[in-house]
């Protein structure tokens, strides 16, 4: 079961959006904003900051995996895109701007429910390797920046790599400052040198 949801509905046909947003609220949903067009759904995405979008493909203005593709560009958030068509182009223009879900209408509760419970799964491991693979980056940054200071005191107090390791750590714990921030200080001022 999926917790309950902030959606906006972007389709340009009331009578469909009425209906996906009365099977949103048996669900235990809410619909925080309706869009007919794709630019109002770029807008009201941004404005509305919905949990997640519901995009039907052919609107006026820009299709639905346009204005994806600028929501996404703006804000990650998971989008399931609402089609009559399984054409295989639209599903890998879907695909390749990042959408989380396609439907092929006319969509029931027994749809709705699975795809929104994997588009948000989905939407969160990918959010999760994004925050690790940025973790990582910043500890190989870190170790770098910590090497070529090493480096330096090495060079300059004739310390062994263990012994200028062990003077980085006192330093930054005496100063109170990550590793990080003490080796950028070291390899400014070496610059200046």
Same mark, same amino acid.
């Given at each position: 079961m999926t917790a309950p949801l902030n959606v906006l509905v972007a389709d340009d046909e009331t009578i469909i959006a009425m209906g996906i947003e009365?099977? @949103?609220? *048996?669900?235990?949903?809410?619909?925080?904003? $309706? &869009? $007919?067009?794709?630019?109002?759904?770029?807008?009201? &995405?941004?404005?509305?900051? +919905?949990? @997640?979008?519901i995009m039907d493909v052919k609107m006026p203005d820009m299709d639905?995996?346009? !204005? =994806?593709?600028?929501i996404l560009a703006n804000r990650a958030? +998971?989008?399931?895109?609402? =089609? !009559?068509?399984?054409?295989?182009?639209l599903i890998a223009r879907a695909d390749a701007v990042g959408v989380s879900n396609y439907?092929? *209408? +006319?969509?029931?509760? !027994?749809? @709705?429910?699975? /795809?929104?419970?994997? /588009?948000?799964s989905r939407f969160r491991q990918l959010h999760a390797l994004e925050e690790e693979v940025g973790s990582l980056k910043e500890a190989l940054r870190t170790r770098k920046l910590?090497?070529? !200071? *090493?480096?330096?005191?090495?060079?300059?107090?004739?310390? =062994?790599?263990?012994?200028?390791?062990k003077m980085l750590q006192q330093m930054s714990r005496n100063q109170n400052i990550p590793m990080a921030k003490l080796a950028e200080s070291i390899l400014t001022a070496h610059s200046l040198l």
């Open positions: 009365t099977t @949103l609220a *048996k669900m235990g949903h809410t619909v925080v904003g $309706r &869009a $007919r067009t794709g630019g109002e759904a770029v807008t009201k &995405a941004v404005d509305l900051s +919905p949990d @997640l979008v639905g995996i346009e !204005a =994806s593709r600028r958030v +998971p989008i399931i895109i609402l =089609s !009559a068509y399984s054409d295989s182009d439907l092929v *209408k +006319p969509v029931t509760e !027994a749809d @709705l429910r699975p /795809a929104l419970t994997i /588009a948000i910590v090497e070529r !200071a *090493k480096g330096i005191l090495m060079d300059r107090k004739g310390l =062994s790599e263990a012994d200028a390791f």
